[in-house]
């Protein structure tokens, strides 16, 4: 599916609702810097949970991190060259990750994951996102799941935190 170009955060979507308003400083420069080493991906990535739900335009609650869907080529090549150790096979009663780092040198964390999966009622789910809604800040270009399927993934999810992100991006325009 051909990319659509990108919007500027504070640019209206086709919905009309400003893209990213009123996103943190922390946050845009810590999306400004994923989006710079991200530009070295061979790979489709995606901004997804929190900073995804701010960057569409709703209220994201806390957004304490930055994740960052991947691929395992592209982590592999990437996080060493940023200086980030590469776990593989990490995760947690809910998720895991093939390849699962941190890089702690934007003004937020950043949680870089590939081969990422969640624990649902049917078992390990991947996650694949087959949209990429590209949004620019200050010229850096970032990927997220568009609205739709990023109200899915975090249902998927099941945590309140996660179903309050849902709710609130269903209340946008």
């Avoid at 999306?31 to 070295?40: P, R």
């Avoid at 390990?124 to 997220?144: H, K, N, S, Y």
Wanted: aromatic share 6%.
């Amino acid at each position: 599916m051909p990319n659509k170009p990108p919007l500027p955060v504070g640019a209206l979507n086709a919905a009309g609702k400003r893209t990213g308003a009123g996103i943190d400083p922390a946050l845009a420069a810590s999306l400004k810097a994923v989006g710079t080493v991200m530009a070295a991906a061979c790979d489709p990535w995606w901004i997804i949970a929190s900073a995804a739900v701010a960057l569409h335009g709703a209220d994201a609650g806390t957004v304490a991190d930055v994740d960052v869907l991947l691929s395992v080529a592209d982590a592999a090549r990437i996080l060493p060259a940023i200086g980030v150790i590469c776990q593989r096979d990490t995760g947690s009663d809910i998720f895991r990750s093939a390849i699962f780092g941190i890089w702690l040198e934007a003004p937020l964390p950043v949680e870089f994951m590939a081969g990422f999966h969640y624990r649902s009622t049917e078992g390990w789910r991947a996650v694949q996102p087959e949209t990429r809604c590209p949004v620019q800040i200050d010229g850096v270009t970032l990927f997220m799941p568009e609205r739709l399927e990023l109200q899915q993934l975090l249902t998927g999810f099941g945590r309140p935190k996660d179903r309050e992100r849902v709710r609130r991006l269903a209340a946008l325009p």
